[in-house]
Nanobody, 127 residues
Framework: VHFVESGGDLVQPGGSLRLSCAASGFTLAYYTIGWFRQAPGKEREGVSCDSSSDGVTYYADSVKGRFTISRDNTKSTVYLQMNNLKPEDTAVYYC?????????????????????WGQGTQVIVSS
């Protein structure tokens, strides 16, 4: 299992970014996937997760209505569209995978992941 995240940048409050995560070593279509983030001095938290088994998507309350997770199984790539960014969104963003038996909410809320983490991509929201 291998992930390469990209798309992070310095952006002003209210701006948008689209993160990408290229996954390899497994068949993306079969697994629950998610985006996590870790801000300085804070624990890693689940931002958005997507279940392959039932199509259910979970969003943390802090990003609901602003972020959208999607996947292109043919390209084995996961995306996170982030709109109306806020300074509190500043963090390193990571993607992760877990077994399909795990729901999107479980993955994000309980931090249930499989395999190793990628290097992440840095998002800084600042004026």
């Amino acid at each position: 299992v291998h992930f390469v995240e990209s798309g992070g940048d310095l952006v002003q409050p209210g701006g948008s970014l689209r993160l990408s995560c290229a996954a390899s070593g497994f068949t993306l279509a079969y697994y629950t996937i998610g985006w996590f983030r870790q801000a300085p001095g804070k624990e890693r938290e689940g931002v958005s997760c997507d279940s392959s088994s039932d199509g259910v998507t979970y969003y943390a309350d802090s990003v609901k209505g602003r972020f959208t997770i999607s996947r292109d199984n043919t390209k084995s790539t996961v995306y996170l569209q982030m709109n109306n960014l806020k300074p509190e969104d500043t963090a390193v963003y990571y993607c992760a995978v877990t077994l399909p038996i795990t729901s999107a909410q479980e993955m994000c809320v309980r931090n249930i992941t499989s395999g190793s983490w990628g290097q992440g991509t840095q998002v800084i929201v600042s004026s």
